[in-house]
């Protein structure tokens, strides 16, 4: 696995979610009911999420909490310092698309 830096972001392919598969939006409105979320929470939340993404510390969580799930030889994949903030900076990319795109109409 390559590992130098950008690898991640080169090898990452944004995979578009087909409309069959995608959760039924009664389904979701049931979520943010249970978590008790409207729009304008449910934003603020991503958003202090992104900050945290680009924080010192964000790194060396990241790969402690990966290293409790994956197993022996694919640990690796979190090992590199480098391809671990590549991989927060492709999350909070996707983070901040999804953040302008929200409406209020998602959480009906």
């Not at 690898?7 to 939006?25: L, S, T």
């Not at 945290?52 to 964000?58: C, I, M, T, V």
């Amino acid at each position: 696995m390559d590992l130098k830096r950008g690898a991640v972001r080169e090898q990452c392919q944004v995979i578009p979610i087909e409309a069959g598969r995608a959760e039924a939006p009664s389904v979701r409105a049931g979520r943010f009911t249970d978590y008790q979320l409207d729009c304008a929470v449910f934003r603020q939340n991503l958003h202090k999420r992104i900050v945290q993404l680009s924080e010192p510390g964000a790194v060396s969580a990241f790969r402690k909490e990966m290293l409790r799930f994956l197993e022996g030889q694919h640990q690796i994949i979190v090992q590199d310092e480098s391809a671990v903030r590549e991989m927060l900076i492709v999350v909070a990319k996707v983070a901040r698309t999804s953040l302008d795109q929200l409406t209020p109409e998602d959480f009906i």
